[in-house]
Structure formats: C-alpha cells, structure tokens
C-alpha cells in the first residue's frame, strides 16, 4: 500500500534529484537525472526493488 511511503527528496544545484521512498522497514534511494525519469516512475523502480527484497 503506497499510503505507507514516506517521500524525502534531496536536490543538488545542477545535479541528480536523490528520492528515498519507505515501505515499512524497507527504505530505497532511487536517483532522478533531469528529465530521464519521472517523480511517478522513480516511485514503480523504488517499489519493484523493495518488492524484489
């Protein structure tokens, strides 16, 4: 259940956006280049690899 992630975003000027999402126990970092990847698909990777775990 996605109501369960907690979201912080760290941005450095002129670098990759870092996303962490939580699942319960279970915290990933997905990394964002500008423009590769999208806020909604960072959140399918993080909770493909969380869910892999």
Partial sequence: SFSQISIA???I??????????????????????????FKSAKKVAAEIIEKK
Avoid: A, D, Y
């Avoid at 002129?14 to 423009?35: M, N, S």
């Fill in 9 to 11: 975003t760290e941005s």
């Fill in 13 to 38: 000027p002129e670098g990759p956006i870092c996303v962490h999402f939580q699942i319960g126990l279970f915290k990933e970092g997905v990394r964002l280049t500008k423009g590769r990847l999208s």
